[in-house]
């Protein structure tokens, strides 16, 4: 199965503060990463798919990006409400596996 | 509107079984394959098992592999997720997913309420 090493578990940043979150893929997976937002108390919401395009409704101070087997997550200029825990997900083949997900907390 | 509902979570003592169904309307549930993934309370997402459009399993995670079964039922647009054999470890939100597929990627969306089952004695 393909593994999704994600970095760091946790950070603590600021209110205008631009951050990246790492994901690597134990294989090749081609684009076929996704990043999702989990605030608590609600469920899970997609950000990011195919490595770099953005989801409807979702602002662009999000982005996707991709070198070989590692993927990022940025987060320019964040927000209050951007506080929150995010997974990556590989959907290239076989299980469909999380990252251990990274917890963004206000500093 | 693209809808997914889960139902079915409950209570139940270790080694019990209970079966989760998933709802879908506002598009068309034969095209499209379907997961179910969890998340334990403080704890990450985990796939937990996902079924082609064809109504072929596709998988499922070694953690739960020969306890639980993934089906669909394309004429009632509803998923299933036959749980038997339960332990402690499966208490969890349990969330029924759409795989979108396009040549560039897969992903899940949208994502339903989610479902709890709790294992306890």
């Known amino acids: 199965d393909i593994q999704m090493t994600q970095s760091p578990p946790s950070l603590s940043a600021s209110v205008g503060d631009r951050v990246t979150i790492t994901c690597r893929a134990s294989e090749f997976v081609s684009t076929f990463v996704n990043w999702y937002q989990h605030r608590p108390g609600t469920v899970p919401k997609l950000l990011i798919f195919a490595a770099s395009s953005l989801q409807s409704g979702v602002p662009s101070r999000f982005s996707g990006g991709r070198s070989g087997t590692e993927f990022t997550l940025t987060i320019s200029g964040l927000q209050p409400e951007d506080f929150a825990t995010y997974y990556c997900q590989q959907s290239y083949s076989g299980p469909r596996t999380f990252g251990q997900g990274t917890r963004l907390d206000m500093k | 509107e693209v809808q997914v509902v889960e139902s079915g979570g409950d209570l139940v003592r270790p080694g019990g079984s209970l079966r989760l169904s998933c709802e879908a309307s506002?598009?068309?549930?034969?095209?499209?394959?379907m997961h179910w993934v969890r998340q334990a309370p403080g704890k990450g997402l985990v796939w937990v098992s996902g079924?082609?459009?064809?109504?072929?399993?596709?998988g499922s995670a070694d953690s739960v592999r020969g306890r639980f079964t993934i089906s669909r039922d394309n004429g009632k647009n509803t998923l299933y997720l036959q749980m038997d054999d339960l332990r402690l470890e499966d208490t969890a939100v349990y969330y029924c997913?759409?795989?979108?597929?396009?040549?560039?990627?897969?992903?899940?969306?949208?994502w339903g309420p989610g479902t709890l089952v709790t294992v306890s004695s």
């Open positions: 997913l759409r795989e979108n597929r396009a040549s560039g990627g897969n992903w899940f969306d949208p």
């Open positions: 506002g598009f068309t549930f034969s095209r499209y394959w």
């Open positions: 079924i082609d459009a064809d109504e072929r399993s596709i």
